[in-house]
Nanobody, 121 residues
Framework: LQLVESGGGLVQAGGSLRLSCVAS????????IGWFRQAPGKEREGVSC????????AYADSVKGRFTSSTDSAKNTVYLQMNSLKPEDTAVYYC???????????????WGQGTLVTVSS
């Protein structure tokens, strides 16, 4: 089981980035898949989670209306579209998957290596 993220980088406040996470060895039909982030000096927090089987997405209050997560089952890829980025969104973003869910990191069974997003003011 493996998750590999890409798409991080440096962006100005108000800009957009799209993160991608390619999953291998697991199916979105079985696993909830989502994103967490960890800012410097802070605890890791949940950003979004898409739960099987209905594909509904849940978001942290801090990103609602700005971030959108989606999946492409044919490519076994989950995306995180981030718009209207703020300096406080600066963090390492991790893709995560769990059979029992991904809104709580205690349920996460598979983690990606992380990708750094830096938002400059």
């Amino acid at each position: 089981l493996q998750l590999v993220e890409s798409g991080g980088g440096l962006v100005q406040a108000g800009g957009s980035l799209r993160l991608s996470c390619v999953a291998s060895g697991l199916s979105f039909d079985d696993y909830a898949i989502g994103w967490f982030r960890q800012a410097p000096g802070k605890e890791r927090e949940g950003v979004s989670c898409i739960s099987s089987p209905d594909g509904s997405a849940a978001y942290a209050d801090s990103v609602k209306g700005r971030f959108t997560s989606s999946t492409d089952s044919a490519k076994n890829t989950v995306y995180l579209q981030m718009n209207s980025l703020k300096p406080e969104d600066t963090a390492v973003y991790y893709c995560a998957a769990g059979l029992l869910g991904c809104r709580d990191q205690r349920f996460v069974e598979v983690w990606g290596q992380g990708t750094l997003v830096t938002v400059s003011s």
